[in-house]
């Protein structure tokens, strides 16, 4: 089955950098695209960028520009996603998903990852 | 940006109710709406995709439809699980933005 397994609670400083991951199973990994999207608490659900697993093209919510990169590790099945120069409004659950390729839903997600930034 | 545009942002309704959702694109996105639940604490879950196409494993009392820039989310008899934030998502375009989300609660 399709499954979308992220790293753990991360706590981190203003000013720092956190990079979750998001290791995937049970489908073809560079057949599908990898979204990521975050929720801050109390708030709905923000898009941040996605990218080809095939051909790793990315695209970026502009909010995020400059500040994010959304790499994947073909051999492992394992997407990341890297946000530099954190601050307190930051402080979300981050998920990946699955996006399929032809109406580009996002038909899995995985489980969540709490980033906290306080100093 | 294609703005996103959820109503109501609740509702309460009782329990065999009919419940509509609407949800307004700020631009035409054909049929690339998808309707996505989501329970406190756990992760959003793919109801409808193109607008109109139920996601494998979900029950029929959900429907979607719509084309261009308006679309409903509709749950034919209310259930008691059915208690949860429920987002729109246009993928026309990115960024593949959401609504602000409709929160339902049962009476």
């Known amino acids: 089955q399709v499954q979308l397994v992220q790293s753990g609670a991360e706590v981190k400083k203003p000013g720092a950098s956190v990079k979750v991951s998001c290791k995937t199973s049970?489908?073809?990994?560079?057949?599908?695209?990898i979204s990521w999207v975050r929720q801050a608490p109390g708030e709905g659900l923000e898009w941040m960028g996605r990218?080809?697993?095939?051909?790793?093209?990315?695209n970026y919510a502009q909010k995020f520009q400059g500040r994010v990169t959304m790499p994947t590790d073909t051999s492992t099945s394992t997407a990341y996603m890297e946000l530099r120069s954190l601050r307190s409004d930051d402080t979300a659950v981050y998920y990946c998903?699955?996006?399929?390729?032809?109406?580009?839903?996002?038909?899995?997600w995985g489980q969540g990852t709490l980033v906290t930034v306080s100093s | 940006d294609i703005q996103m545009t959820q109503s109501p942002s609740s509702l309460s309704a009782s329990v065999g109710d009919r419940v509509t959702i609407t949800c307004r694109a700020g631009?035409?996105?054909?049929?690339?709406l998808n309707w996505y639940q989501q329970k406190p604490g756990k992760a959003p879950e793919l109801l409808i995709y193109?607008?109109?196409s139920l996601q494998s494993g979900v029950p029929s009392r959900f429907s979607g439809s719509g084309s261009g820039t308006d679309f409903t989310l509709t749950i034919s008899s209310l259930q008691p699980e059915d208690s949860a934030t429920y987002y729109c998502q246009q993928s026309y375009s990115t960024p593949r933005t959401f609504g602000q989300g409709t929160k339902l609660e049962i009476k």
């Open positions: 998903a699955r996006e399929e390729g032809i109406d580009y839903a996002i038909d899995y």
């Open positions: 049970g489908y073809s990994f560079s057949s599908y695209g």
């Open positions: 631009q035409s996105i054909i049929t690339y």
């Open positions: 990218i080809s697993a095939f051909n790793g093209n990315a």
């Open positions: 193109a607008a109109s």
